[in-house]
C-alpha cells in the first residue's frame, strides 16, 4: 500500500512538473514570435527614416549639376576658375540644407571648390579620385558612398552627381556629405540595439558605440583591400562581432548570444536590405521577456495545480472530518447506550428488589442507599426501607403495611414539604402520578434545604416504586465548582488587565524615552554642525600646515561625535520597538553584488581589493536590516585590513544560507571575540587610532539579528585576519521573489519623503540618491539647472532639496528662486560642497540654508534631515 501511494505521488509530481515545463515552453515560444514581430515593425519604421533623411538630400546635387556657372567653371582650364565665386555659391548651397560638406570635383577627381574653404579642414585641392563615390559618377552619373572624410576624419554618407557638358560628356562631380548623427540619436532612444552595415558587412552606423566599425563576419581579402584601397575607415581597426545561433525557435526566429560586444541577454536578429543604399539594416531586439514569460507561465501552471491540489486536500478533509464525526456520533450513541443500559440496570434492581418487598422480603430494601417506597394497585403502602422512614421522619405508627399512601402525603402537608400551593391539588396531582402508572423523575428542594432526586416507576403486576436520593451533597459541590470557576475567571481577568496596563505603561516609557533621544541628539547635533563650519572656515583662512593638521583632527573629532549620536538614535529606535522587520524573499545576489560595488570604491581608495562571489540563493529577511548589517560588516573589515584583499561571499548550510566577509586584516585575539558585540567596546590594535567609531557598529549588528531572527558569528585568527558571518533561512522554494531586492522601509523615519538631488557630479549624485534610497526615500536626481527647472515645471515641491553649490560654474540663487516661484514655497534645502567658504555659509544661513561638506558623511544628512522634516523616531 506504502508503494502504491509513493507510485501514484510520483505520477502526479511528473504531471505537474510536465504540465508547467508545456505550459512556460508554449508562453516563450508565443513571446518569441510576438517580439519577432514587434522588431520588424520597428526596423521597417528605422529603415523609412533612413530613407527619408537621404531623399531630403538628393534633390541638391542635382540641381547643382545643372548650374551653368559650374559647367563653365569646370570646362575652363583650372586657372582660370574663380575659386573664391565658386566658394561662396556652394557655402550659400549648403546653407539651405545645413549639410556636413558640399565640394565641386573636376574630371580629374581633385576639390576645386568647397562650403568649408575657410577651415583648416578644408576639402580644396585634395585629390578624391581614389574614391569610389567620384568613379560611379563618372561612370553612371551619380553614386552614393558612406565613409570617413578625408580631411575632417568624421564620417558621413557622399551623395555624388556628375556635371555633363552641352555634348553629354561628364566633366566633373557635384559631391554632397550629410551626417547621419540624428539616425544615431533617434535609435539611442529605444532598448533595441540598432546598426547598419555595408556589402562588406562593416557595421558603420549603430546606437551604441561599441558596435561601430566592426565586421559582422570574417573579412575576404579582397573585402579587406577593397577598403583599404577606398579609404573607407580610414586607419579604424574592424574587430569582429562575436556571435552564436541559438537552437531554432517556431516561425524561423533568429535568436543569437553576442559575445563580442556583449549583451546581458540573449536577442532576436533582424535584418532588412536597403538595395537603394546597398546597406542593410539590423535590429537585435532582447529575448528577456520571453523568459520572464515562460517563468510567469510556469509559476501560473504551478499555482493552477496548487489550487486544485489544496481543493483536493480541503475536500479530502471535508470527507474525512464528516466520517470522523459519523464515528463520534457512533461511539456517542454506543456510550449513552450503555450508560443507559447501566442506568436501566440500576433502577431494574429497584424495581426488582421492590416487586419482591411488596410479596413479603422488605429486608431486600434495606441494602439500598436511597429511600425507597412501594405500593400496591390500590395505592396502599407495602413496602419501604428505614431510609424512606429517615428521610421524611415519619412517626412508625404510620408505617405500617396497606397503610393508605395519601395519610404519608398528608403528613407530609402539614408539614409544609409538599410546597406553595392548594394542598389537595398537590395531593391529588401525586395520586394521579400513580394511578396513571407512568415513570417521573425531579428534583425537589425541601425547606431545610436538602434537595432530593425523586424517581418513580410502575411495577409489572401494578403498583408503583418510588425512589428518594438526597443529592444535597452534589448541589453543594457544584454550586463551590460554578463559584470557584467565576472567582478564577475574575482572577484571571483582573491579571490580564493589571498586564495589559503594565505593557501599556512599559511601551509609553520606551517611546518617551526614544523621544527624549531624539530631542538630545537633535540638541546635540546643533552646536556640532555650527562648530564643524567653524573649523571649516578656520581651514580655509591659510593656517600653516601644523595647524591645519589640528584643524583636521578637530574635524575628524567632530565626525567620530556625529557617527556616535547617530548610532545612539539607531539603538534608541531598536530598543524602543520602533523598528518592526518587514520579511519577504531576498534575492542575495543583487544585494551583495550592490553591496560590493559600492565599497569596492573605499577599499580602492585603502589600496585595498573586494572581491564578490556570486551566488543563486533567497533568503527570508527584511531586505534593509541586512543591508545595514552587511555594511557594517564590510565597512569594519575595509577599516581593519591595511594590506590584502576583502572576500564576501555565501554558503549553504543544512537548509540555510551563511552570509560570510572575509579579511586579511589585523584580527582579533580570542577572548575578545564576543566582547566586540557590547556597546563602547573598541579594540586598540594600533588601526587608525585616530579614525576609530565609537564602538556601537557590531551592537547594533547584534540587536538587528536578534529582531531577524538570525545567527551572528565572527571567527578570527590574530595577525592573519577575519570572517564575520551572519546565517539566514533559506526561502521557501515556491515562493515568488519580489522585482525589486531594496524597496521603501516603511520602518524608516524618511520612508516615503520625496528628496530631489541636483548635482552635475555623477559619482557624487548616484552614491547620494543610492543612500537615500536605502532610507526608504523616494529619490528622484538632475544634473542641471536645467533639469532642476523641469523637474519643477513638471513635478510636485519634493519634502527636501540636496543642492550641490555652486551648480554648472553658478550660484543657485537664481534656481532656488525659479523653483520657489513655480511651488509657492522652497522646501527645506541642503547646500553640498567640497570645501565652502565662510561667505557662502553666512549667506546660505541668512537665506534659512544648511550646508553639508562632500563626501557627504551619513549620519550628518541623516541628522541633518530629522532636524529639517521634523521626523518623529
Known amino acids: 500500500m506504502r508503494s502504491s501511494r509513493a507510485l501514484r505521488i510520483l505520477v502526479l509530481l511528473l504531471l505537474v512538473a510536465g504540465s508547467a515545463a508545456l505550459g512556460g515552453w508554449y508562453a516563450w515560444q508565443r513571446t518569441l514570435l510576438t517580439i519577432d514581430a514587434q522588431a520588424g515593425d520597428r526596423l521597417r519604421l528605422h529603415a523609412l527614416a533612413v530613407q527619408r533623411l537621404i531623399d531630403r538630400y538628393r534633390v541638391l546635387p542635382r540641381v547643382l549639376a545643372l548650374d ?56 580644396v585641392g585634395l585629390d ?186 480541503f475536500l479530502q478533509q471535508r470527507l474525512r472530518l464528516s466520517r470522523l464525526r459519523q464515528r463520534s456520533r457512533e461511539e456517542l450513541e454506543r456510550m449513552v447506550a ?45 413496602a419501604w426501607n428505614s431510609r424512606y422512614q429517615a ?131 537633535h540638541d546635540l547635533l546643533q552646536p556640532l554642525n555650527a562648530a564643524r563650519m567653524f573649523i571649516g572656515s578656520l581651514a580655509s583662512s591659510g593656517l600653516d600646515s601644523e595647524r591645519r593638521e589640528l584643524a583636521e583632527r578637530v574635524r575628524s573629532a567632530l565626525d567620530t561625535q556625529d557617527e556616535l549620536l547617530a548610532s545612539l538614535l539607531d539603538m534608541s529606535r531598536l530598543e524602543g520597538g520602533a523598528v518592526a522587520p518587514r520579511f519577504a524573499s531576498v534575492p542575495l545576489d543583487a544585494l551583495l553584488r550592490d553591496l560590493a560595488r559600492q565599497s569596492a570604491v573605499l577599499a580602492s581608495t585603502r589600496g585595498l581589493s573586494l572581491v564578490y562571489v556570486g551566488t543563486s540563493l533567497t533568503v527570508r529577511s527584511d531586505a534593509l536590516l541586512l543591508r545595514r548589517v552587511l555594511q557594517n560588516f564590510l565597512s569594519n573589515a575595509i577599516h581593519y585590513t591595511p594590506r590584502g584583499r576583502v572576500v564576501v561571499g555565501v554558503r549553504r548550510a543544512a537548509g540555510q544560507a551563511r552570509i560570510e566577509v572575509w579579511d586579511t586584516g589585523v584580527g582579533i585575539p580570542e577572548p575578545k571575540t564576543r566582547a566586540i558585540f557590547e556597546e563602547f567596546l573598541r579594540l586598540d590594535n594600533g588601526v587608525d587610532r585616530d579614525r576609530r567609531s565609537a564602538g556601537l557598529g557590531l551592537s547594533i549588528v547584534d540587536r538587528i539579528a536578534r529582531l531577524l531572527g538570525a545567527t551572528v558569528a565572527v571567527r578570527s585568527w590574530e595577525g592573519k585576519g577575519s570572517v564575520f558571518s551572519i546565517t539566514l533561512p533559506l526561502a521557501d522554494a515556491d515562493a515568488s521573489s519580489p522585482v525589486h531586492t531594496v524597496t521603501n522601509d516603511d520602518d524608516s523615519p524618511f520612508a516615503g519623503k520625496r528628496v530631489l538631488v541636483i548635482d552635475n557630479d555623477p559619482l557624487t549624485r548616484r552614491q547620494a540618491m543610492d543612500l537615500l534610497a536605502g532610507w526608504g526615500c523616494d529619490v528622484q536626481g538632475v544634473d542641471s539647472e536645467r533639469g532642476a527647472l523641469r523637474f519643477a515645471e513638471t513635478d510636485h515641491a519634493p519634502a527636501l532639496i540636496l543642492m550641490d553649490d555652486p551648480l554648472d560654474g553658478r550660484e543657485g540663487d537664481a534656481l532656488r528662486e525659479a523653483m520657489a516661484a513655480r511651488w509657492g514655497a522652497l522646501p527645506p534645502t541642503v547646500l553640498m560642497a567640497a570645501s565652502p567658504r565662510q561667505a557662502d555659509i553666512e549667506r546660505a544661513s541668512a537665506h534659512g540654508l544648511r550646508y553639508l561638506v562632500k563626501p557627504l558623511a551619513p549620519a550628518r544628512l541623516r541628522a541633518m534631515m530629522t532636524r529639517l522634516l521634523m521626523v518623529t523616531v
Open 338 to 382: 450503555h450508560h443507559a443500559s447501566a442506568l436501566r440496570s440500576a433502577q431494574d434492581s429497584i424495581v426488582a428488589a421492590a416487586h419482591e418487598a411488596a410479596g413479603g422480603g422488605r429486608g431486600n430494601l434495606e441494602h439500598l442507599p436511597q429511600g425507597v417506597s412501594v405500593v400496591d394497585a390500590g395505592l396502599r403502602l407495602v
Open 68 to 123: 551653368p556657372e559650374l559647367r563653365t567653371a569646370l570646362e575652363g582650364p583650372p586657372d582660370a576658375v574663380d575659386g573664391a565665386a565658386l566658394n561662396a555659391k556652394l557655402d550659400q548651397a549648403n546653407g539651405a540644407v545645413r549639410a556636413s560638406t558640399l565640394t565641386l570635383l573636376d574630371r580629374h577627381g581633385r576639390a576645386l571648390a568647397a562650403n568649408n574653404w575657410n577651415t583648416p579642414e578644408s576639402n
Open 391 to 521: 428521610i421524611f421522619g415519619f412517626p412508625d405508627e404510620y408505617m405500617r403495611v396497606g397503610r393508605p399512601i395519601e395519610d404519608l402525603f398528608r403528613f407530609n402537608a402539614r408539614r409544609g414539604l409538599l410546597g406553595p400551593g392548594d394542598t389537595e391539588e398537590a395531593i391529588e396531582r401525586r395520586l394521579q402520578y400513580l394511578r396513571a402508572g407512568s415513570p417521573h423523575m425531579y428534583e425537589r428542594e425541601r425547606p431545610d434545604g436538602t434537595t432530593l432526586e425523586i424517581r418513580g416507576n410502575p411495577l409489572p403486576d401494578g403498583g408503583f416504586v418510588t425512589s428518594y436520593a438526597d443529592i444535597t451533597a452534589y448541589k453543594a459541590t457544584a454550586r463551590e465548582l460554578r463559584s470557584l470557576a467565576s472567582s478564577l475567571e475574575r482572577r484571571v481577568e483582573e491579571r490580564t488587565r493589571d498586564l495589559i496596563e503594565a505593557k501599556a505603561e512599559a511601551d509609553k516609557a520606551n517611546r518617551s524615552k526614544t523621544r527624549f533621544v531624539a530631542a538630545a541628539v
Open 128 to 313: 578624391y579620385a581614389f574614391r569610389p563615390y567620384f568613379r560611379d559618377a563618372m561612370r553612371d552619373g551619380h553614386a552614393m558612398f558612406y565613409a570617413l572624410g578625408v580631411s575632417t576624419n568624421v564620417p558621413g554618407y557622399f551623395i555624388a552627381e556628375a556635371v555633363e557638358d552641352a555634348a553629354g560628356h561628364r566633366i566633373g562631380v557635384v559631391v554632397l556629405k550629410i551626417s547621419l548623427d540624428a539616425l544615431q540619436e533617434d535609435w539611442a532612444r529605444g532598448d533595441d540595439v540598432v546598426f547598419l552595415s555595408d556589402t562588406h558587412g562593416v557595421v558603420f552606423l549603430a546606437n551604441r558605440p561599441a558596435w561601430v566599425y566592426r565586421a559582422l563576419h570574417l573579412l575576404s581579402t579582397a573585402d579587406a583591400t577593397a577598403i583599404a584601397g577606398t579609404r573607407q575607415y580610414g586607419m579604424r581597426p574592424l574587430q569582429r562581432v562575436e556571435w552564436k545561433v541559438l537552437e531554432p525557435s517556431a516561425g524561423g526566429i533568429l535568436r543569437v548570444r553576442v559575445t563580442s560586444p556583449g549583451l546581458d541577454e540573449d536577442t532576436i536578429w533582424r535584418s532588412l536590405t536597403m538595395p537603394q543604399q546597398a546597406w542593410t539594416l539590423h535590429l537585435l531586439a532582447d529575448a528577456g521577456p520571453a523568459t520572464v514569460a515562460a517563468r510567469h507561465a510556469v509559476f501560473a501552471v504551478l499555482a493552477a495545480w496548487l489550487a486544485v491540489l489544496l481543493l483536493g486536500l
